[in-house]
């Protein structure tokens, strides 16, 4: 059996681009075509394992035994990579997340070019996850669960805000809220912390 195909170094590659990616803190493009190559790889070793079976390469004494047991560590070894490729994306996401205070909005602004769309459903499902348990703990949605441990409690849950740049209207969980260029408002933080990530309002 010959394996001039490289079997292997497009997973490979996978884990190279996730250590890229560790190395200098960012999250890059999902690479959908090298994920597509690895995963096609994959069904062209299972159609070669399950033609070895079916000619009876199936015992240690047999002659191709050697090559069965190499492609069957390969398809191991693509499928350990494919999920380390994809849990270390899921977990820069969810940094990403955290550190934009839960401004899921945010978050696809500076990073949606980057992301897969089963990547945007995830970020949409965490945070809507995230949201779940937050009113679960805090019925009047006061907590916030962006908080670091070693923080300090915030003195009060209320904050004023002064508007730099027009929104428009906007739909916020204590009402329609119309901000004007210059005018002060005072609100709930968690309502507009995102707003004021995004440059719209800045805290007075």
Same mark, same amino acid.
């Given at each position: 059996?010959?394996?001039?195909?490289?079997?292997?170094?497009?997973?490979?590659? $996978?884990?190279?681009?996730?250590?890229? *990616?560790?190395?200098?803190?960012?999250?890059?493009?999902?690479?959908? &075509?090298?994920?597509?190559?690895?995963?096609?790889?994959?069904?062209?070793?299972?159609?070669?394992?399950?033609?070895?079976?079916?000619?009876? /390469?199936?015992?240690?004494? #047999? @002659?191709?035994? &050697?090559?069965?047991?190499?492609?069957?560590?390969?398809?191991?070894?693509?499928?350990?990579?494919? $999920?380390?490729? #994809?849990? #270390?994306?899921? !977990? /820069?996401?969810?940094?990403?997340?955290?550190?934009?205070?839960?401004?899921?909005? +945010? /978050? $696809?602004?500076?990073?949606?070019?980057?992301?897969?769309?089963?990547?945007?459903?995830?970020? +949409?499902?965490?945070?809507? *996850?995230?949201?779940?348990?937050?009113?679960?703990? *805090? &019925?009047?949605?006061?907590?916030?669960?962006?908080?670091?441990?070693?923080?300090?409690?915030? @003195? *009060?849950?209320?904050?004023?805000?002064?508007?730099?740049?027009?929104? !428009? &209207?906007?739909?916020? @969980?204590?009402?329609?809220?119309?901000?004007?260029?210059?005018?002060?408002?005072?609100?709930?933080?968690?309502?507009?912390? +995102?707003?004021?990530?995004?440059?719209?309002? #800045?805290?007075?």
């Amino acid at each position: 059996m010959s394996f001039e195909d490289n079997y292997g170094q497009k997973a490979y590659d $996978l884990i190279l681009r996730a250590k890229l *990616s560790l190395q200098m803190g960012k999250l890059l493009p999902y690479d959908g &075509p090298l994920v597509r190559l690895v995963i096609q790889e994959q069904h062209d070793l299972n159609r070669k394992l399950r033609t070895m079976e079916a000619e009876g /390469v199936t015992t240690s004494t #047999h @002659e191709r035994w &050697p090559a069965l047991v190499i492609l069957i560590r390969v398809v191991h070894q693509n499928k350990r990579c494919l $999920l380390a490729y #994809h849990s #270390h994306r899921l !977990g /820069v996401i969810r940094t990403v997340y955290w550190e934009a205070g839960g401004a899921i909005a +945010h /978050v $696809l602004a500076l990073h949606r070019d980057d992301m897969s769309t089963d990547e945007v459903q995830y970020l +949409h499902g965490f945070h809507d *996850s995230v949201i779940q348990y937050r009113d679960a703990l *805090s &019925p009047t949605n006061a907590m916030d669960l962006t908080m670091g441990v070693e923080d300090a409690p915030k @003195e *009060s849950l209320l904050i004023t805000v002064e508007a730099v740049i027009e929104p !428009g &209207p906007l739909y916020l @969980e204590s009402g329609l809220m119309d901000f004007k260029v210059g005018h002060r408002y005072v609100l709930l933080k968690h309502e507009v912390e +995102h707003l004021i990530l995004l440059g719209y309002l #800045h805290e007075v």
